[in-house]
């Protein structure tokens, strides 16, 4: 198995202040893996690590055999890896099939090979397409910002907490979506608030808090840490 992403003990923050401390974490080609832990933790912070937008005052991101620590969000883009946000990550005011169009501002040449690779993991917004993003359901919307930074065909995908607000059903499509994503070759980060669920559904995780690595393991080595239930899923 290559490792795809690692963060090697990542230390920084926004200010002065350092968020993150000594924070580690990897992603196989291809894999799944989830970021869980109280809020405030550091989650999003490392995210936004991975994706340019911190200040990194000690440690290395490898990125597909690239050092990306320090790059800028745009040239880490490039080289392939897309973000979505926890909040704020659709235009509102545009269709869906304009969303995607935004996605893939970067991209030269015919996008319809994007368009057909996206419409079919989201079958839902090809028959919506025209339809303003703002007037979409919460997981339609996720769908759309999921769909959007899939048009760049990235390696590795980042999504802080794809499933915030959504219905259990819902968030069982946001994860199946996840998995049918990966089977297409994208490996996957992502922060999730249903810590449960989404050990359950990932290949691996870890749990942060106070923006220190606390455990990682399998989903399931974590589902069964006596430590993990007590501390952070609730018994
Ligand atoms: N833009 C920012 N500027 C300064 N401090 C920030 C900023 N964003 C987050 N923080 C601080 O960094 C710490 C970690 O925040 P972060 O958003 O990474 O947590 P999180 O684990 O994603 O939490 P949540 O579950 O609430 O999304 C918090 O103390 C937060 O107040
Ligand atoms: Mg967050």
Sequence with gaps: MKILLSMNGVTGGYGDADILQDVSIQVDDKEIVVIVGPNGAGKSTAMKAVFGLL???????????????GWAPNRIVQRGICYVPQVDNIFREMSIHENLEMGAFLKKGDLSAAYDRVYELFPDLKERRKTLAGALSGGQRQMVAMGRALMLDPKLLLL?????????????????ICRDVRDTGVAILLVEQHAKQALAFADRGYVLAAGQNRHEGTGAHLLADREVAEMFLGG
Excluded: C, H, N, V
């Excluded at 200040?55 to 620590?69: A, P, Q, V």
């Design 55 to 69: 200040k990194i005052r000690g440690g290395s991101i490898i990125f597909d055999d690239d050092r990306i620590t």
């Design 160 to 176: 802080d907490e794809p499933t915030a607000g959504l219905s259990p059903r819902y968030m069982e499509q946001i994860f199946q």
